[in-house]
């Protein structure tokens, strides 16, 4: 387990890395351009180009709230007699 952690934080940080480099480079910020981005073009952009990923986006954080609603559920017979009121036999 310790061995997945330490993979997963040595992908972030090189994640970050190429970032900040891809970032930074003169290249992207060399060009400006002369329109200005609008809400309608920001709109079809993320309808039409962005569709699938906000898709898959809202499907792992569904799965991650219901995962997180499980975990918290409290299943101690007391409290399963609290709540639904009935005496231990």
Do not use: C, H, Q
């Not at 972030?12 to 970032?23: D, H, T």
């Not at 003169?26 to 180009?49: F, R």
Request: glycine share 8%; net charge negative; no cysteine.
């Amino acid at each position: 387990m310790k061995l997945v952690s330490l993979f997963t934080r040595m992908g972030l940080l090189a994640l970050g890395m190429i970032l900040v480099s891809v970032l930074s480079a003169d290249s992207v910020w060399a060009n400006s351009s002369e329109e200005y981005p609008t809400t309608s073009g920001l709109a079809d952009s993320l309808l039409s180009d962005w569709a699938l990923p906000l898709l898959i986006l809202g499907v792992l954080m569904s799965m991650a709230m219901i995962g997180a609603a499980y975990l918290v559920r409290d299943e101690r017979m007391e409290n399963l007699l609290w709540e639904f009121g009935g005496e231990e036999e």
